[in-house]
C-alpha cells in the first residue's frame, strides 16, 4: 500500500520533534486532519480535494510541529539577542586588534616582506571575526534551546543601572578636552624634532650628537613639521565644526602623509644620524630586525588607531545629529 | 500595514487571553479539539485552528488541562477537561476580565 498524502505529512511534522512526543504528535495530526477532511467533505468537497486542502491549510509540517511542541523558529530569541549582540561587539573589538598587531608583529620579526604582514593580518582578522561570530552564536543558540531552571531567569536578567552608558558626544567639553591635548602632543612632538638636533643631554653618548641624519633638514624634517603644523590646524577644525566625513578623509590623508615618509626614512636606513647609532653601539647584536619591525608596527598600528578613531567619532556624530533632527 | 492588519493584529492580541479562559470553561465538560473549535465560533468567540491546538497542548503540559484518548469509535480523539487547577485559574481570568470591563466603562464615562 502506498502512503497517502497524509502519511507522508504527518511522518514529516513528527520527524521533527522530539523522540518522546513523536507518537502522541502524530495522532493528534490525524484527529485533526481526519475532522477537518470530514467538515469539508460534509460541503461537498471530493475526498482527494478535501485531503489536499486540509493539509494546504496546515502549511509547512516543520513549522505546524513546531507550534506544537512549543520549539523557537528563531536562532536566538528576543531573551538573549542583546546579551548576544553585546558580547559579541565586546569581543571584536577586543580580540580582532590584539590579533592583527600580533599576527603583523610577529611576520615583521621573522622578516617577512611588507605584503607579506598586510595580507596575514588581514586573513587572520578576518577568520578571527569568523570564528568569533560563529561559535558565540552557536553557545547562543544551544542557549536559547536548553530551558532555563524552573523559577529562574537565565543570563539575560543580569542588567543593572550600572550598565547605563555615558553619552557620547557631541559634548564640546569632550572636543576641547580632545583639542588640548592634540595641541599639546603635536608642539611636544615638533619641538622635540627641533632639539635633537643640539643633542639629547640625559643620554651621555648622545650629548652633542642629533639623533635624526641632519641631512634631513634639507628637506625632511621641515616637511614633518609642517604636517605637525597642519595637524594642529586639523585639531582646531574639528573643534570648531565636529567630525564630518570631509574631515574624517583630511585625517587619512594627514596620516599617510606622515606616516609613509617616515617609515621609508626608516626601512632604507635614512632616518637616524650614523653618527649617533655609532656613540650607541648600534647595531646591538641581533637586535636590529626586531627594534625595526616594533617600530614599524607600532608606528603603522598608532596611525590606523587614529583613522579608525577619526571614523568611530564622524560616525557617531552623524548619529548623533539623526537622533537630534 | 493597511489599516485593517493593523486592526486585525490589535484585535487578535486584545482576544488571545480570552481564548484561554473560554477553553477553559468551556472544558468543564470534556471535549475534543474540533468540537471545541466549532463550538467555540457558533458561540461568537472566532478562534484560528493553529492556535488552539497548539494552545490545548500547552494548556495541558501546565496542568490546567487533562486529556484523555477515547478510541470509541473509528477515529480516536484526544478529550481535553479543565483540571482543578484550570478552574481556579477561570475563576481569576473571570474576576479580572470583570474588573478590567468595569474600568473600562469607567474610562468611557458609561457607568449605567
Same mark, same amino acid.
Given at each position: 500500500m502506498t502512503a497517502t498524502l497524509t502519511d507522508r505529512y504527518v511522518w514529516a511534522a513528527a520527524r521533527s520533534a522530539p523522540e518522546a512526543q513523536r507518537r502522541e504528535l502524530e495522532r493528534e495530526l490525524r484527529e485533526r486532519i481526519g475532522d477537518e477532511t470530514d467538515a469539508l467533505l460534509e460541503q461537498g468537497a471530493s475526498p482527494e480535494e478535501a485531503e489536499r486542502a486540509v493539509l494546504t491549510e496546515l502549511g509547512d509540517p516543520v513549522a505546524l510541529a513546531a507550534g506544537y511542541v512549543d520549539?523557537?523558529? =528563531?536562532?536566538?530569541? $528576543?531573551?538573549?539577542y542583546l546579551v548576544w549582540w553585546r558580547l559579541l561587539k565586546l569581543l571584536l573589538a577586543i580580540v580582532v586588534p590584539i590579533a592583527a598587531v600580533g599576527v603583523a608583529l610577529g611576520k615583521a620579526i621573522s622578516g617577512a616582506p611588507i605584503g607579506d604582514v598586510i595580507g596575514s593580518a588581514v586573513v587572520v582578522s578576518l577568520s578571527v571575526v569568523v570564528h568569533l561570530g560563529f561559535w558565540t552564536t552557536l553557545v547562543f543558540a544551544v542557549l536559547e534551546r536548553s530551558p532555563a531552571p524552573e523559577g529562574q531567569r537565565g543570563i #539575560? *536578567?543580569?542588567?543593572?543601572? #550600572? =550598565?547605563l552608558p555615558a553619552i557620547h558626544e557631541p559634548a564640546r567639553t569632550s572636543r576641547l578636552a580632545d583639542l588640548i591635548a592634540a595641541v599639546f602632543f603635536l608642539v611636544v612632538f615638533a619641538a622635540a624634532i627641533v632639539w635633537q638636533q643640539f643633542g639629547i643631554p640625559w643620554v651621555p653618548q648622545l650629548e &652633542?650628537? $642629533?639623533?635624526?641624519? $641632519? &641631512?634631513?633638514? *634639507?628637506f625632511w624634517l621641515p616637511y614633518f613639521i609642517g604636517i605637525i603644523g597642519l595637524e594642529i590646524l586639523f585639531a582646531v577644525a574639528v573643534y570648531a565644526i565636529g567630525w564630518t566625513w570631509w574631515l574624517a578623509g583630511v585625517n587619512v590623508l594627514l596620516n599617510v602623509m606622515f606616516t609613509v615618509p617616515a617609515l621609508w626614512l626608516l626601512v632604507e636606513g635614512r632616518l637616524f644620524n650614523p653618527a649617533a647609532l655609532e656613540a650607541m653601539g648600534w647595531p646591538w647584536g641581533d637586535a636590529r630586525p626586531i627594534v625595526v619591525a616594533v617600530a614599524v608596527v607600532t608606528v603603522v598600528g598608532v596611525a590606523i588607531a587614529d583613522v579608525v578613531d577619526g571614523i568611530v567619532k564622524t560616525w557617531r556624530a552623524g548619529r548623533a545629529r539623526r537622533t537630534a533632527a | 500595514m493597511s489599516t485593517d492588519d493593523l486592526a486585525a493584529g490589535h484585535l487578535q492580541e486584545l482576544r488571545r487571553g480570552t481564548v484561554v479562559l473560554a477553553c477553559l470553561i468551556r472544558l468543564r465538560t470534556a471535549d475534543y479539539g474540533y468540537a471545541l473549535l466549532e463550538s467555540l465560533n457558533a458561540l461568537g468567540i472566532t478562534v484560528d485552528a493553529n492556535t488552539l491546538y497548539p494552545l490545548l497542548r500547552r494548556l495541558e503540559k501546565q496542568g490546567l488541562l487533562t486529556s484523555e484518548w477515547n478510541t470509541d469509535e473509528a477515529r480516536p480523539r484526544k478529550f481535553y477537561r479543565t483540571s482543578p487547577a484550570g478552574e481556579r485559574l477561570a475563576e481569576t481570568l473571570t474576576g479580572d476580565w470583570k474588573l478590567i470591563d468595569a474600568a473600562l466603562s469607567r474610562l468611557t464615562g458609561d457607568d449605567s
Open positions: 520549539r523557537p523558529l =528563531q536562532l536566538i530569541g $528576543p531573551r538573549y #539575560d *536578567s543580569l542588567w543593572t543601572l #550600572d =550598565q &652633542a650628537v $642629533p639623533l635624526l641624519d $641632519p &641631512a634631513l633638514w *634639507s | -
